[in-house]
């Protein structure tokens, strides 16, 4: 239930309005299928900003069964449609000494950008990091993932670039009440959205399924 704080711009016409909140899943191991469905209708170009090289279709399969949902964490945001538009990870470390330490990824369809989800999604996991304990949170970026950088930039991290890498970190201050009972509040609030835009899915496809059976029984006459 993430505020989008956006200015009116130029993507108002080729994008529709986001919602004043954006409802943000936490996603679980019954997901991968719909996590690669996202991360396999990336673009080339968008694929190597996300993942630093030019993942094929098999590498992302593997990186999704990889996924250690006891240790990381999966965001994500779809549409009416139930279709995976917005994706994060946020990526904790396996060593105990550096469990203060996590690192933030995201990626966006093309076709759903200019609406804040990025910022969004950032935001969603610096909360979840805060309640984890974490104090340092960690980007990893090329450097010409220029819409990533900003979104850290704007946050307040320090970014350094290293050649065609850049690496951003933001110091995190501890969790208190607030962070915790929001946390709390947006995963309800995101659950109850997707099990009614899944209801909703499947009311329209029944009638969609109605109207064809209709169609077949009752062609049109010349």
């Not at 094929?56 to 009416?80: A, K, T």
């Not at 990870?89 to 996590?102: N, R, T």
């Not at 208190?176 to 709390?184: G, K, P, Q, W």
């Not at 835009?197 to 169609?215: I, Y």
Request: aromatic share 8%.
């Amino acid at each position: 239930m993430i505020a989008i704080k956006e200015s009116p711009t130029a993507t108002a016409d080729r994008n529709p309005p986001a919602p004043a909140m954006v409802p943000i899943r936490t996603l679980e191991p019954a997901d991968r299928a719909w996590i690669a469905r996202h991360l396999l209708e990336l673009n080339p170009a968008d694929r190597y900003l996300r993942f630093g090289y030019s993942a094929n279709d098999e590498q992302i399969h593997r990186y999704v069964e990889q996924l250690d949902f006891d240790r990381d964490e999966v965001f994500g945001i779809c549409n009416r449609q139930l279709e995976p538009i917005a994706l994060a990870h946020l990526a904790f470390p396996e060593p105990a000494e550096h469990k203060q330490c996590a690192e933030f990824g995201v990626s966006v369809l093309e076709r759903a950008r200019g609406r804040g989800f990025g910022s969004c999604l950032f935001e969603r996991a610096v909360m979840h990091a805060r309640n984890e304990g974490v104090s340092m949170l960690f980007v990893h970026a090329l450097s010409q993932n220029t819409a990533m950088l900003k979104i850290a930039r704007n946050a307040g991290a320090s970014v350094r670039r290293d050649g065609p890498e850049t690496e951003a970190y933001l110091q995190l201050p501890p969790a208190n009440l607030d962070t915790r009972v929001a946390e709390l509040v947006e995963q309800q609030f995101a659950e109850m959205d997707y099990q009614f835009k899944r209801q909703a899915k499947q009311f329209w496809d029944f009638l969609a399924s109605v109207q064809e059976v209709r169609r077949e029984h009752h062609p049109p006459t010349q």
